[in-house]
């Protein structure tokens, strides 16, 4: 069975995102000391330490580009920062939302990233352009219900989840023409703010929604029809304490995809 093997303590912040790079041989954090730590997973040690004092961060996410991250800000304004991680500087600033940012994921296929925030919008940005390249408004608003979006395994559909009330199917060469597919989640999650969504690997048959009282929605990705549900008293609050965006989302879905595995299709999980 899985056993832990290494346990970093360096940080006494609360962590309030983590993602792997596509090899899986590095992980990035941040916390809420407005420090990024990057880790070696395969010599199992802390590789490197950045701190983004003026600006925060949250929604580290390594980019296709090697030696480089992209991240949210937290303070003064709501830029997406572009940093090379092997030099310490900014490479380019993503400007395009007027509120804070509350998901970031690059894409599986491109050198792009996606982003959604409490503006409203959802953006795609390549990363050798400041400007974004598509942008989805989402159908019905946002208001302070949260949004997330994500990329599927192929690049080629963004999924946005909007509030708690409905989930929203682009494809990312016509994202003008609005969703090809939603669905209202309103009974399912409607308990909640939205605090991540993610495709579940490695086909994307399955969409993960993560809310902020630490539950969890499986859904077909193709009929957006509900499939099953994790629910752990123990969690609440503890995906981002409430607050959508606040601390990151993705990373309670990755945590309940290795939970829901256990889970058996269409059944509720206590």
């Known amino acids: 069975g899985f056993h832990i093997s290494k346990q970093f303590s360096d940080n006494s912040a609360s962590i309030t995102s983590l993602d792997y790079d596509p090899s899986g041989n590095k992980c990035i954090t941040t916390s809420s000391d407005e420090s990024l730590r990057i880790y070696d997973c395969v010599g199992g040690k802390r590789q490197q330490v950045l701190y983004s004092k ?40 993503f400007v395009g939302h007027s509120r804070r940012v509350t998901s970031l994921q690059r894409s599986p ?17 390549d990363l050798g352009a400041v400007k974004p390249v598509s942008t989805v408004t989402p159908v019905g608003g946002v208001g302070e219900r949260g949004i997330a979006a994500a990329f599927d395994p192929s690049g080629m559909v963004i999924a946005v989840a909007v509030g708690s009330a409905e989930l929203q199917l682009y494809d990312v060469r016509e994202v003008a023409k609005g969703p090809f597919k939603s669905q209202s989640v309103l009974g399912v999650a409607d308990h909640a703010l939205v605090a991540g969504i993610r495709f579940v690997p490695p086909l ?46 993705t990373g309670g879905v990755d945590l309940a995809l290795s939970q829901m595995q256990d889970a058996h299709l269409g059944q509720n999980v206590t």
């Open 54 to 93: 003026k600006y925060g961060c949250n929604l580290a996410q390594f980019t296709s580009q090697a030696g480089c991250v992209a991240y949210a800000s937290t303070k003064i304004n709501d830029t997406i920062r572009y940093l090379s991680y092997d030099t310490n500087q900014y490479i380019r600033y």
């Open 204 to 249: 994307g048959d399955y969409l993960l929604l993560a809310m902020t009282d630490g539950s969890c929605h499986l859904f077909d990705s193709f009929s957006l029809q509900h499939r099953a549900s994790l629910r752990d008293p123990s969690t609440r609050g503890a995906v981002n304490g409430g607050n959508p965006g606040a601390t990151n989302g």
């Open 109 to 125: 296929t491109a050198a792009t990233v996606l982003s959604a925030a409490l503006d409203g919008i959802v953006n795609v940005w």
